[in-house]
């Protein structure tokens, strides 16, 4: 039933619904006045999401205690590898990993590793969280470094044990030495 007139062909009898009596018309029209409600603000707009402000200008002895509380840290020279350049040409960018020789076992495993730089206006640098699934106690990652020092690598088990290696790494300005 279609019919030509003169310039476009035309349906007779159909309508253009979904077949609940909704045109495309009314769609339209009521997807605009959501639209002016929401710019006018009489549209209430989800929550804002906001990063939580964590460390930043603290010290490395105030995030310590903040991320830890009063638990004594053990040596972990035996169980965990810190590979970090001693001297980074650019402290924006400097390679960090992290090996912690510990089985990974559902009784027993690697919680959180921690990276923190004792110089930076941030000092946690990095947080890892790992379940015993991941199989090995591992991580990587760039971090920036605003000043020559220690950097520290604190591996948390799931029985809350805390162990720490650190290092120190000098940061030079354009690969110098100096």
């Given at each position: 039933m279609e019919e030509y007139d003169g310039r476009h062909s035309v349906m007779q009898?159909?309508?253009?619904?979904?077949?609940?009596?909704?045109?495309?018309?009314?769609?339209?029209?009521?997807?605009g006045t959501l639209g002016v409600a929401a710019a006018g603000g009489?549209?209430?707009?989800?929550?804002?999401?906001?990063?939580?402000?964590?460390?930043?200008?603290e010290s490395v002895e105030e995030a310590m205690k903040r991320l830890f509380g009063g638990k004594t840290i053990k040596d972990g020279s035996a169980a965990i590898k810190l590979d970090i350049p001693l001297i980074?040409?650019?402290?924006?960018?400097?390679?960090?990993f992290v090996t912690v020789d510990s089985p990974m076992m559902p009784t027993s495993w690697v919680k959180h590793i921690y990276v923190v730089a004792?110089?930076?206006?941030?000092?946690?640098?990095?947080?890892v969280t790992l379940a015993p699934e991941a199989g090995r106690a591992f991580m990587g990652a760039n971090i920036r470094l605003g000043e020559s020092g220690d950097v520290r690598a604190i591996v948390e088990q799931s029985d809350g044990t805390l162990l720490q290696v650190k290092r120190e790494v000098k940061v030079t300005v354009g690969g110098c030495g100096g």
């Open positions: 009898g159909t309508s253009m619904t979904d077949g609940y009596g909704v045109t495309r018309r009314t769609v339209l029209i009521a997807l009489l549209v209430a707009a989800p929550g804002t999401a906001h990063g939580q402000v964590l460390g930043q200008n980074a040409e650019n402290g924006a960018v400097v390679p960090v004792d110089k930076n206006r941030i000092p946690v640098v990095t947080r």
